[in-house]
């Protein structure tokens, strides 16, 4: 391997982290500041409307910062951060799916698994949505992030 080839490596793991990072921390508190505003105005619909809208401010914020960072810092790995959402998405899952049991729950082993990351088929129990915040939250928001740098770099190279 030559030096040049050593420096692409290099600059496409630390642009894959930059990205992760900003996806995952600028979009969780990003989302943060805009699902307490969508929260005043939600608040006076359903309980299933505002479970069906829980993720919304985490797309729209990642989506926001994906469109502002990649046309600036390494470009080229920013959609590359989605492959990370979905490793994180399926440790959730392969952990829920093996703890199941049907001694102790209520709901199939699926509804189970659904309700524990995307709080579908009722609450999520007696975690308290820990792993939607854990697992499904960081897989929407790299996810978000991911496509919304693909679409970016589109608009860019035209």
């Not at 960072?69 to 490793?87: D, E, H, K, N």
């Not at 990351?117 to 609450?123: I, N, W």
Request: proline share 3%; aromatic share 12%; charged share 10%.
């Amino acid at each position: 391997m030559s030096s040049k080839d050593n420096v692409g490596t290099a600059n496409a793991l630390l642009g894959t982290v930059f990205h992760a990072a900003v996806a995952l921390f600028g979009g969780s508190a990003l989302g943060l500041v805009i699902g307490i505003g969508a929260a005043a105005l939600w608040s006076g619909t359903s309980r299933s409307v505002q479970a069906s809208v829980e993720f919304l401010p985490l797309v729209v914020s990642s989506a926001l910062l994906a469109a502002f960072a990649t046309s600036r810092w390494f470009s080229r790995s920013a959609p590359w951060v989605g492959l990370l959402g979905l490793v994180s998405l399926f440790i959730g899952w392969q952990e829920l799916w093996r703890a199941w049991s049907p001694t102790w729950s209520r709901q199939t082993r699926s509804d189970y698994v659904l309700s524990q990351l995307f709080g579908v088929h009722g609450s999520c129990g007696d975690s308290e949505c820990l792993y939607m915040l854990l697992f499904a939250g960081p897989f929407v928001c790299l996810t978000a992030y991911s496509l919304a740098a693909l679409i970016t770099l589109r608009f860019i190279r035209r």
